[in-house]
């Protein structure tokens, strides 16, 4: 073995094995920070709510000069909904209950006063609420009601208030910051709730309460009759369907959120991470052969020394093997660095994207590890398998 090494030192071209370790480091460290960074992203574009599922959509009747001018009703009827409902492609119908009392509500975080103001809540059926339904259930008469607000109160929080006063930002796990008191009254009746926060939605604008507290609170604060609701949440078979997409443009309806935008924005970051990693698979197919030419241009400088070995009974593995230990140092060292290299360059566009989005989820670099051993496993068996071969092809030459 000392021989053989003794051998392989006398012939190393450093320019090439430098060239083939920093073109392998730059194509691998390019696919998995693609890889690692599609998965650290891919979130803030298809991210559902919590409590709702992603074939939900919510429509309204589109608002006009026409319609407004007319007087006309933007409502829906009970016709309406069972139209809606009957046709084959909606699978559930459900409508949007608001209150028909007044509502005051005080919001605080850590005990800092955030908003103080009248506002509007309403409910969804039960069913279309995808929360256990020990945690989504209110008791007439309690005075304790679990609510959903909606994402733009958080983010009113983090880019307003808590960036400049220099308080924790607020993300989807740390809900229980939020301190959320409601005083109701109508009727000559007036009492004050608690909102437990359950959930944060980036769909609805309005905060959600249970079905059931708002048939409550309406028949208790209010004399007013049952109200049309204004806007409906329908789940859909197939939100691609373009029966559906017609059947909203003929009878004047719209989504009220852009879901078909997010849809596009994940196919194109889709599309530009898959064109990173082609290129960096690319370089790394390149650096592979170089590294094989710089083996073989090793292998055949010393040929005749290396039959010399074998007929003196060194067998083909013994050979081969300070040839295939030097692949698989330069293969390991890349590997490591460049997973150093992306844990750095992961902490910078982290800290970029969460300042815009501080609701996101981290999650871990097991996606860029995993691709990572994968290009090393395949890279280093195929250099392990061409320089076996090689000195086989020499092994048998001499007979």
């Known amino acids: 073995m000392t021989l053989i090494w003794k051998l392989l030192r006398q012939h190393i071209s450093i320019p090439q094995f430098m060239g083939f370790f920093f073109a392998n480091l730059f194509g691998m460290f390019v696919v998995m920070l693609g890889f690692q960074f599609y998965h650290d992203v891919i979130n803030v574009f298809t991210a559902e709510d919590s409590f709702m599922k992603s074939d939900y959509v919510i429509i309204n009747k589109r608002i006009s000069t026409s319609n407004t001018i007319s007087g006309s009703s933007t409502s829906f009827s009970d016709s309406d909904k069972e139209e809606l409902a009957s046709q084959p492609f909606i699978s559930k119908v459900g409508a949007f209950i608001g209150n028909e009392f007044k509502v005051f509500a005080q919001m605080g975080v850590n ?145 009220e959120d852009d879901r078909l935008n997010a849809e596009k924005t994940t196919y194109f970051l889709r599309l530009v991470v898959t064109i990173v990693m082609l290129v960096g698979l690319v370089i790394s197919v390149l650096s592979f052969y170089i590294l094989m030419l710089s083996i073989y241009l090793l292998l055949q400088k010393n040929s005749s020394k290396l039959e010399n070995l074998l007929l003196i009974g060194y067998s083909p593995f013994q050979v081969a093997l300070p040839y295939q230990l030097l692949t ?42 995993g691709i990572g051993i994968c290009l090393l496993l395949l890279v280093t068996i195929l250099n392990l398998i061409a320089i076996r071969q090689k000195v086989i092809r020499i092994w048998k030459r001499k007979d």
């Open 328 to 369: 698989l140092v330069l293969n390991v060292s890349v590997f490591i660095l460049a997973l150093i290299a992306l844990f750095f360059v992961r902490q910078y566009y982290l800290d970029v994207i969460f300042s815009l989005y501080p609701q996101m989820e981290e999650c871990s670099m097991l996606p860029a590890f």
């Open 111 to 255: 005990g800092n006063s955030v908003l103080n103001s009248e506002l509007f809540i309403e409910s969804i059926p039960d069913e279309f609420v995808d929360i256990p339904a020990e945690e989504w259930k209110y008791t007439a008469g309690s005075k304790e009601v679990p609510i959903i607000i909606p994402r733009s109160y958080v983010n009113m929080y983090n880019f307003g208030f808590a960036q400049s006063r220099k308080l924790p930002k607020i993300s989807d796990g740390l809900t229980g910051m939020i301190d959320f008191r409601m005083n109701v009254h109508g009727k000559s009746l007036q009492d004050d709730y608690v909102g437990r926060v359950v959930g944060i939605s980036g769909r609805l604008t309005t905060i959600v309460v249970p079905q059931s507290f708002i048939e409550y609170a309406n028949n208790r604060y209010s004399a007013n009759e049952k109200a049309e609701p204004n806007r409906l949440l329908v789940e859909v078979k197939n939100p691609g369907d373009e029966r559906f997409s017609s059947y909203l443009e003929t009878k004047g309806y719209e989504m």
